[in-house]
């Protein structure tokens, strides 16, 4: 038993390293997070370029930790980095849409094909809200291309149908058809009240050329005062 020695010595070595990798992911992981989280606060409110700038940054953490974690394939594929991977593939697939691009390829991202395709799912969530800042603003017709964008995040991710101890993709399908089908109703009624107000100006329009003939008239100007057509309006 003389090597007992040095055999717990190079055990202890080993997790030692393992646990500063693990702590240094930890705070890689929140940071990526973090970086991802506020870039879409950003995308949201039109600062694309401070935006592309934590992304960029993300994405350089991220490369990062999957060097550090190499060694390590528990770590890696613990939950806390598999997090931080979907977040950013969220703000990066996001920020493309938003700026007109192609999606990005996972492997051009160096995320697993699980991380890309549940960020892909969350996607959906970020989209949903942007319809609704759309549709607050009166603009229904940008809020209807968003919609067309979730449509097609959801037929994609519908072509998925595994366990989900392989792959827990099933939560975020349901998740992402409940999104749009709220998206949907609330865009139905907006543009219902978008005509609704349209025909109201027009007849409220009407209604006031009306009153300055009858006006006119009263003070023996000569004019024909034109018949109110409804049906016209409506």
Not at 43 to 59: M, N
């Amino acid at each position: 038993m003389r090597n007992l020695e040095g055999i717990i010595k190079k055990i202890d070595d080993h997790i030692n390293e393992k646990d500063k990798v693990r702590e240094k992911a930890l705070r890689s992981s929140r940071d990526i997070i973090i970086h991802c989280r506020k870039a879409i606060q950003l995308l949201h409110t039109s600062h694309v370029k401070e935006a592309d700038q934590l992304i960029q940054q993300a994405s350089t953490k991220l490369i990062s930790l999957n060097n550090d974690t190499e060694s390590f394939p528990d770590i890696f594929h613990a939950g806390y980095v598999e997090n931080a991977a979907q977040e950013f593939v969220e703000a990066r697939c996001f920020y493309n849409i938003m700026t007109n691009q192609e999606l990005p390829d996972p492997d051009e991202l160096q995320t697993t094909y699980s991380a890309y395709l549940l960020g892909l799912c969350d996607v959906v969530g970020e989209l949903r809200r942007g319809a609704l800042d759309f549709i607050l603003e009166g603009d229904t017709d940008k809020a209807y291309e968003y919609l067309g964008y979730m449509d097609m995040l959801y037929d994609a991710i519908m072509q998925f149908d595994y366990p989900s101890s392989l792959i827990p993709v099933k939560k975020k399908q349901d998740v992402a058809r409940s999104l749009i089908e709220k998206t949907r109703g609330e865009l139905a009624v907006a543009s219902c009240e978008r005509r609704i107000d349209d025909r109201t100006n027009e007849f409220r329009g009407l209604l006031d050329r009306v009153n300055h003939q009858s006006s006119s008239k009263k003070q023996g100007k000569t004019g024909k005062i034109d018949d109110l057509d409804v049906d016209k309006v409506w």
